[in-house]
């Protein structure tokens, strides 16, 4: 009498034997990988929103005025900021297409704010302006004979300072991004408008923003998600100051880790999530079509 075994009952090989050589080395190679990010990213992480589980912490950053400052200076770097930002990268991408060689050199120098690492130059132009001895001030007594502001005492005119550096450091990336989409266009179309006699305003409402409109929108809206986590800006200029009225919430976890309230610095950062998620939302949105 035969006795038939079904594909269940008979035993599959171990992993090791499906698995092929490069398959095995490829996954030892992964592991060191796998290890650190769980270490220093999930684990940290994970930690985090552990400490910011309790209801009074959220009660005491309600109580807190400086969190209100923070969330409201955060919202005017996403909209004024970050769309002042945007506008002047996508013309500049306009002039950075032109063919001339002295355009590429410009390019060279144009560039270097957001090659430079972030602490030495944010930490410069805070030293220009100090009001007693900073080169800005030194030039307004020059040329006019009175002293200068004191630029970062003022909270609108530091906020309004801290928003120019973020823009003067960033600015460079998102233009190279906007000229590679300017450059994707094909030239018969900016051709057969010159023979149409179209001017440059009509070249860019019926060709240029058609065709980078949504490249315009998705760096838009990652730029927002970058900046909510960007706090060299902030807190290499003004330090959240004068008197705190200058954080945002990436700089506002900081000074609760510096007074020694790691539940609020977490709370702080899971308040964050609701300028975050939407945004991350829109984006995979935009990127799955």
């Known amino acids: 009498m035969a006795i038939t075994l079904s594909a269940s009952d008979v035993p599959s090989p171990p992993l090791s034997a499906r698995l092929s050589p490069p398959q095995v080395w490829g996954i030892v190679l992964l592991a060191p990988y796998l290890l650190v990010f769980l270490a220093f990213v999930v684990y940290p992480v994970g930690y985090g929103l552990w400490l910011a589980r309790h209801p009074a ?32 990268a996508l013309f500049l991408s306009g002039f950075f297409a032109q063919q ?82 300017r450059l994707a266009i094909s030239h018969d179309l900016y051709e057969a408008s010159d023979v149409d006699g179209a001017n440059w305003w009509q070249k860019f409402r019926y060709i240029t923003w058609p065709s980078m409109q949504t490249l ?35 700089t506002l976890g900081i000074r609760y880790l510096r007074l020694d309230q790691l539940s609020l610095a977490m709370a702080s950062i899971v308040c964050a999530m609701p300028f975050v998620l939407p945004l991350v939302y829109f984006m995979m949105k935009r990127l799955s079509r």
């Open 100 to 181: 001339r060689p002295w355009i590429r050199w410009l390019s060279v120098i144009f560039i270097l704010p957001w090659a430079v690492p972030s602490i030495p130059t944010i930490l410069s132009v805070r030293f220009m302006l100090n009001p007693e001895w900073g080169v800005v001030n030194q030039l307004i007594f020059k040329f006019t004979g009175d002293d200068g502001p004191n630029w970062l005492n003022d909270p609108s005119v530091a906020l309004a300072m801290a928003i120019g550096v973020h823009i003067w450091k960033s600015l460079p990336f998102w233009t190279l991004i906007l000229l590679t989409g």
């Open 216 to 250: 315009y929108i998705t760096c838009t809206l990652l730029s927002m998600i970058w900046t909510l986590g960007d706090f060299n800006s902030v807190y290499l200029l003004t330090g959240g100051g004068p008197a705190d009225l200058t954080h945002v919430l990436s």
């Open 57 to 88: 912490s959220y009660v005491a950053l309600y109580h807190d005025p400086i969190f209100a400052r923070a969330a409201i200076n955060t919202l005017i770097f996403l909209v004024i900021g970050i769309n002042i930002k945007m506008l002047i």
